[in-house]
């Protein structure tokens, strides 16, 4: 029998009786392919139309094997960074490229997660083999601890509106988004039992009128 290669990582999987004489040679990278899918960094330059198809090959280093990548380069069109189905993986991966074009991570045959034309942040993904799963966007919940912000930039990233907790709250509570938008002039109520819509701001122009008529 001859070496196999493990579905994901591409490991060399020797068989007994062979590979005299290498076997600490091939060990050895198939610890460095491990490192590689742990703690593994790569930039990688997209192409400006086709962006890049990422490397799993057998029994060596390449770069689809990396845990953290950087989707780097000038491109003038959407495009995809693309790694083979069946492979099992997760990534961290920042899109640093340049240009207004979306760029979208998948298998060959299936869906993955995309990058507006104005998002150049981080994403933690998965390929399940099938399709390549943008982790937060699937996540249940998100705590953020010690009153930390979620903030909210500008086109470039350089300013910023915060929001977060009080300093101290005596009773948990939840907020309900409004269904659907308001109208001019109008300002966020609130049911006093946690559902927000849309309503007139203040009192009414006849309670006003009332009021003014009975205090002076």
Known sequence: MVSSYS???KLEL???????GLWGDITNTNLNILQQAIAGYSSITLNATTGATLVFSNGLESNGKNAVL????TITSSVNVVI???VEKTYTVKNSTTGAFAV?????SGTGATWSTTDKGTKLLYSDGTNVVDILNNASQINLVNRNEVRFEDTTGGQYVALKAPATIS??????????????????????????????????????????IVFG
């Open 104 to 108: 979208t991570f998948k298998t060959t």
């Open 70 to 73: 950087n989707l780097a380069g």
């Open 171 to 212: 009773s948990s509570f939840s907020l309900n988004l409004p269904t659907a938008d308001g109208t001019s002039g109008q300002a966020i109520l609130t049911d006093g039992a946690g559902s927000l819509s849309f309503g007139a701001a203040g009192i009414s122009t006849g309670k006003a009128i009332a009021m003014a």
């Open 14 to 20: 020797m068989v007994t009786g062979e590979n005299a």
């Open 7 to 9: 579905t994901d990582l």
């Open 84 to 86: 083979p189905d069946g």
